[in-house]
């Protein structure tokens, strides 16, 4: 898609005209910022609890992009794609942490670099 | 602009201090009608008929020391209160309780504000105040707080999802997840209990659940862990703890009184009034149970809400949903 | 302007407790930070009209996922952990490169990008976030999407059920 096939679909008069609030860059930098953050935590922690609450801010980033993307073309594709990816998060995290419960019970070291052969 | 939010303002303060003198009055009722349940008087000393009882309470609870436990987690201590109050109240905004009417030649809402998304709004505040108690039990360095919480925790989750079932049939036959939304077309056709009676009669067990009510409120039973996660609460963060409960209470039965019985819609007297004897006849089922029944087990607890409730409410949901997308709802 | 106030409050309080996810040490106080983090989202996602979304976000992100992980965290209790970075070693350098790195293009990207208005205030949006709209979307066009999503949840609460027998099972239990 080209800028001038999307002019149309976002021109003033599509919609409605332009008001005072917060342009979409400035969600995506939130949104970026979160981002990095999650990054950084994926890549630094150690403890799988930890490791996961930083999974959870990537997933909160990709959320908000999504959602604010979704104002910007005026349609609701972005909300279902964020429901979907809120219950994928749901799913990974019930697995994840039954898994480092059962990781714990074996009294081995909750540590991630230590968790790497799929054995046990 | 001004004189429209002052108007909100006015309205709301005038709104929460109705609730908390009904959940002052609340308690004493309670008091009183366990007592003729046990064949005594209630409490009768203050005051003629002891109804100025609750503001002895409230007053001996201020009172008290305020202490924090050494152990504890000071932050977290003093603020899981807080946050139980907060989502407590907070949803006395979307209950509503009269249509609008005209005073000074001021347009006023028969409700706080009227989200689109009410009965949603509703689950997010449970939701919310869940941390309420599960920080109050993990700050409070004990161990019977903690284990407490945790079952109350575990309990107040899975009664949820039972609820929130029960809840989706009103909301299919009325098709808005506005409360108001909900009144008005109850007031079009009839009480949704008639339509929806599996659904009501499981949204009253899920809201005693939720509630931590007898006969479900073995998380803060005096002989298995102390009092569960208020345990090392006293005076006033007790009170805020206390306040809270009863008045979840009141907002359950005010949202069961509003999804099933109608809401404030009602012949000759005005809403509030609807409302108001709508939510005294839960609340009276309430407080009956409690004097009733025994309490329940708490794997016993678990099996009734994971085994009994959620499959009757799926099948609950399932039939709602095969005969409304049928037409043979309106 | 009400809504640039709330913006700037939601924006900075979602990066502060983000940063207070990723640098606090006790598992308890970062999950805590990270229910700050899922509520400030929350409110940007209302700014956005989205206010089912922001529902669901509340009651399935920050009431019921982080619920289960202060559980986990009370069932391990407080286990001893490493510090910040002790993970990388040397490799601690190419990280922050990369972050910063990355940070920077993210930034060229968004000054100089295309896409018309996406630096101007916002254009008015028609009901694209109210329940009936969200509900007719999926059923409409993402049906596929829908139901995949519910065997996925399916599968996982199978598993996790399965996990816990077996563990159960190795403890010696019935």
Known sequence: MTTADLAPLVGAAAIGDPQEGVPLALYLVVSGGLFLLGLLGVLTRRNPLLLFLAVELLLNSANLALVGFSRYWNVTDGHVFALVVMVVAAAEVVIGLGLVVAVFRQRLALDVDQMSSMKG | MDERFLVVVIKAALVVFVVITAFAYTLLWERKLIGRFQARYGPNRAGPIGYLQPLADVVKLIFKEDFVPKGANRLLFQIAPMISVFAAVAAIAVIPWGDGFEIFGYNVEGVGTDIEIGVLFLFALSGLGFYGLILGGWASGNKYSLLGAARTAAQLVSYEVAMGLSVIGVVMMAQSLSLVDIVHAQADTAWYILFQPLGFLIFVVAAVAETNRAPFDMPEAESELVAGYHTEYGGLKFAMFFLAEYINMIIISALGATLFLGGFSGPFLPGFVWLALKVAVLLFFFIWLRATLPRLRYDRLMKLGWKVLLPLATLNLVVTAIVVALGFAN | ?174
Request: charged share 15%.
């Open chain 3, 1 to 174: 302007m009400g809504e640039r106030i709330v913006f700037t409050i939601a924006a900075a309080s979602a990066l502060s407790f983000g940063t207070l996810v990723i640098t606090l040490k006790e598992p308890f106080r970062a999950t805590v930070a990270l229910i700050g983090t899922l509520l400030s989202v929350a409110v940007l996602f209302l700014l956005l009209a989205a206010p089912f979304v922001a529902a669901i976000q509340v009651i399935v992100y920050a009431g019921a996922i982080v619920v289960l992980f202060l559980f986990v965290i009370a069932y391990l209790g407080e286990r001893p952990l490493a510090e910040i970075g002790d993970r990388l070693g040397r490799l601690q350098a190419f990280v922050w490169l990369a972050v910063i790195g990355l940070a920077i293009q993210g930034f060229v990207v968004l000054a100089n990008t295309q896409l018309p208005g996406i630096r101007d205030d916002p254009r008015e949006v028609g009901d694209i976030g109210s329940p009936e709209a969200i509900g007719r979307s999926f059923i409409d066009d993402y049906i596929v999407v829908f139901e995949a999503t519910s065997l996925a949840l399916l599968v996982a609460a199978v598993g996790a059920v399965m996990l816990a027998k077996r563990a159960v099972k190795s403890e010696g239990g019935r």
